[in-house]
């Protein structure tokens, strides 16, 4: 009888660690498609007053006014949204893709990841995923000061 058990508990046991790797296994491949807001300022996005902490998912219209920055965090991307500046971004599995309309922004991303910036149809920046990269990408028109 003292087989039967242990027999139950080695198999119980071999259960256990297969289901535990799968179960990680399909955790590792969704991806996270989500973006982390922080604000210093004001800033709209998809015509709401924009929280610091809230959450971006899929494609975001955002404006931030004068005096002010908007970072949105995602996987292995930053993007900071400088003052006064009108741009889409769209939240991807692995990383950001922007249309920048009126000012600059600042991207920096991890080996890995590519990032792209739209500046006008069919002029874009694209981060090299062989290595980190930080740049910034501004409009004609855009004031440094």
């Not at 929280?51 to 006014?65: D, K, M, P, R, Y």
């Not at 908007?70 to 741009?87: G, S």
């Amino acid at each position: 009888m003292r087989l039967f058990w242990k027999t139950v508990a080695v198999v119980t046991a071999f259960f256990l660690v297969i289901a535990n790797s799968r179960i990680q296994a399909v955790a590792d491949e969704v991806p996270r498609s989500w973006a982390m807001v922080t604000l210093t300022g004001s800033a709209t996005i998809n015509n709401a007053t924009a929280i610091s902490g809230q959450t971006l998912f899929a494609e975001n219209a955002i404006v931030t006014s004068k005096s002010s920055s908007l970072t949105l965090d995602v996987r292995a991307t930053r993007l900071e949204v400088k003052e006064q500046t009108e741009l889409k971004v769209e939240v991807l599995a692995d990383g950001l893709r922007a249309e920048l309309n009126t000012g600059y922004l600042r991207f920096a991303t991890l080996q890995g990841t590519t990032t792209t910036v739209e500046v006008l149809p069919g002029l874009s920046v694209v981060s090299d995923p062989t290595m980190p990269s930080r740049f910034t990408v501004a409009t004609k028109d855009t004031d440094f000061e």
